[in-house]
Structures are given as structure tokens and as C-alpha cells.
């Protein structure tokens, strides 16, 4: 995944400061997100959502007057060829805003560790909440079936 990723950055995306978000599943979601590509791409959807309000709030600017850029690699499988879905976001570490004369300038805002942590908290319950909204609470997480025998192991 790390040579796509540095292909992204050398060859499409422009000579900025770029980070490679990566997003996790949480267990008890992979099999519904395996299994309904709608949601995992309304999931992913709202995560970058989240992400992108907030480069545009560092930035201090609001999402139509800052625009930032990404590329997503959906991760699917891990190394024992579990499922462990997962998305890898390499994104402009900062947003792009025009100014009074017209001109584009790039703002670097990259986040902090306590930024980052906060970050993923508030993407984890708007995804959360999007599920619900969909019909899908945190106890209604699909067929009750776990994915493999690792996650059986981990939950002994």
C-alpha cells in the first residue's frame, strides 16, 4: 500500500504537505461493511467529511472558501487474509484558499496528537450515527457472525 500511496504523491497530487490517514473498522462493522458497499462508501463518505471540516476550520475558513484533496485505498484483507476492512487516505496535509486577487495559496494546518485524537472520536460517532440512521445501531451490526477466528479468539 505504501508505493501507491508514494505514487499518489509523486505523480497526482500537487507539491504539498501530505498525510496518510488510515481508518479502521471497528470489529464488530466489518462484516456489514464487507458485505453492503453503500455503506462502507457512506462511511467513508462521512469520515472525510469530518476530516475536511476540519483542515477548513485550522485553516480558518469555512468548506466553500477552503478545499483540500484526497485519494482513498480500500483495504480489505490483513496479512493472514482476515477481514480487516480498512481505508488509507492519503490527504493534502492542509487546505487551498483564493485570494482577493485571485491567486490559489495553500495553508498547511496539520493536526497534533491530542487534534488527531479528538478527531477520530467525533468520525467514530458521526459514522455511528449515520449507520443508526440507516437502520443500523450498534446492536444490529449484521448476521451476529464473526469474521474469522482471530475475532473469536480476542473476544475469549
Given at each position: 500500500m505504501s508505493e501507491r500511496a508514494a505514487w499518489w504523491v509523486d505523480h497526482v497530487l500537487p507539491n504539498v504537505a501530505t498525510r496518510q490517514w488510515v481508518l479502521t473498522v471497528p470489529?464488530?462493522?466489518r462484516w456489514l461493511l464487507a458485505r453492503r458497499p453503500d455503506l462502507m462508501c457512506g462511511v467513508h463518505r462521512v469520515a472525510m467529511r469530518r476530516i475536511e471540516r476540519w483542515y477548513a476550520g485550522q485553516a480558518g475558513a469555512n468548506g466553500r472558501e477552503a478545499q483540500t484533496g484526497s485519494?482513498?485505498?480500500?483495504?480489505r484483507f490483513g496479512s493472514a487474509l482476515n477481514l480487516n476492512l480498512r481505508f488509507h487516505i492519503v490527504s493534502l496535509d492542509g487546505v487551498y484558499t483564493r485570494g482577493a486577487d485571485g491567486r490559489l495559496s495553500f495553508t498547511r494546518v496539520g493536526p497534533h496528537t491530542a487534534d488527531v485524537e479528538?478527531?477520530?472520536v467525533a468520525i467514530a460517532a458521526s459514522c455511528e450515527a449515520w449507520l443508526a440512521g440507516q437502520g443500523f445501531g450498534p446492536e444490529e451490526d449484521g448476521d451476529g457472525e464473526e469474521d474469522d477466528a482471530q475475532a473469536v479468539i480476542q473476544q475469549a
Open positions: 470489529w464488530s462493522r485519494v482513498t485505498g480500500v483495504q479528538a478527531l477520530v
